[in-house]
């Protein structure tokens, strides 16, 4: 069985250096306002193939990291 792993990066002028899965434009509180809307896991999976479970993984790890800074890009994409 092949292990697959993932990780979180943040690049100036990459989705506006927010928190992102590996080489995706899926940002962590993006995710995390999906699952916030009730998507789950398997939900996002099927709609976006190119994530896989250990990118979710890494993004629920991350947001439980780093609480403050999701919730606020959260905030400012609600008052955008």
């Known amino acids: 069985m092949a292990t697959v ?6 690049i100036p002028g990459v989705c506006g ?3 992102r899965v590996r080489a995706t434009r899926h940002t962590v509180h993006g995710l995390v306002e999906w699952r916030k809307l009730g998507l789950s896991d398997a939900g996002i999976l099927e709609a976006h193939p190119d994530l896989t479970l250990a ?7 991350y947001h439980r990291n780093h609480t403050d800074e999701i ?7 609600d008052e955008a």
């Open 5 to 10: 792993t993932s990780w979180i990066e943040k």
């Open 17 to 19: 250096g927010a928190a």
């Open 55 to 61: 990118d979710l993984e890494a993004a629920w790890d």
């Open 71 to 77: 919730e606020r890009a959260l905030q400012e994409n």
